[in-house]
């Protein structure tokens, strides 16, 4: 999917936190946004998924896809099980969507966790099912904000290896501030510094 930036502005409060940034994206792969927190990491990814407005620039996304988001907070439905979370965002029947909700809950290590509710589950295992949800969802562009800050280190590189395998096709975009989720997952890294935010490096994985 296509994305570009152009001349984006934002303010809070009299505060500038983007000042006519601009940044053209590859149609497929992963990019890191790399940058200690506060520097306008997480407002930009805000802008570009629609959640946040912006007070002048372009934001141009090409072919009409869906979009898939995972947040720093997981966002489940705390009513209903980790399965029916996944299963939420399926086009399927009933029995269809919870066979394949099972199955993405398996992928990221949560096989006999499906019926618990979110209260039920860790910190670390809401956000995996957050992630299956997301990728359950599809899409492509995927939006993702600190995805992976409450996984513990062996859970990190299983799911980032299979975010890169799920996501081949799409455009991954990645907010952290941990340098060692940018080496595993993207192909290029914008390192940046703000507010307001400004790319100081680029740094492409081989």
Not at 43 to 66: P, Y
Not at 148 to 154: R, V
Not at 174 to 189: M, P, Q, S, Y
């Amino acid at each position: 999917m296509k994305l570009e930036i152009k001349n984006l502005t934002k303010e809070y409060d009299g505060k500038t936190v983007l000042d006519h940034f601009s940044l053209t994206f590859p149609e497929k792969g992963s990019v890191c946004l790399f940058g200690p927190s506060g520097c306008g990491k997480t407002t930009l990814l805000n802008c570009i998924a629609g959640l946040e407005r912006f007070d002048s620039g372009v934001i141009t996304i090409g072919q009409k896809d869906k979009i898939s988001c995972v947040f720093q907070e997981d966002r489940l439905l705390p009513w209903i099980s980790a399965k029916d979370n996944v299963a939420a965002v399926l086009n399927g029947n009933a029995k269809q969507n919870g066979e394949e909700a099972v199955n993405w809950l398996r992928l990221v290590g949560l096989k006999g966790e499906e019926d618990k509710h979110p209260s039920e589950l860790s910190g670390g295992m809401r956000q995996r099912v957050a992630i299956a949800r997301a990728l359950a969802y599809g899409g492509g562009l995927f939006l993702l904000d600190e995805p992976f800050h409450a996984l513990d280190e062996e859970s990190k590189i299983q799911i980032i290896s299979l975010m890169k395998e799920q996501t081949a096709n799409s455009l991954v975009i990645l907010v952290t501030h941990d340098f060692r989720e940018a080496e595993l997952l993207a192909d290029v890294t914008y390192v940046l510094s703000g507010p307001p935010v400004k790319i100081v490096d680029t740094i492409t994985n081989c």
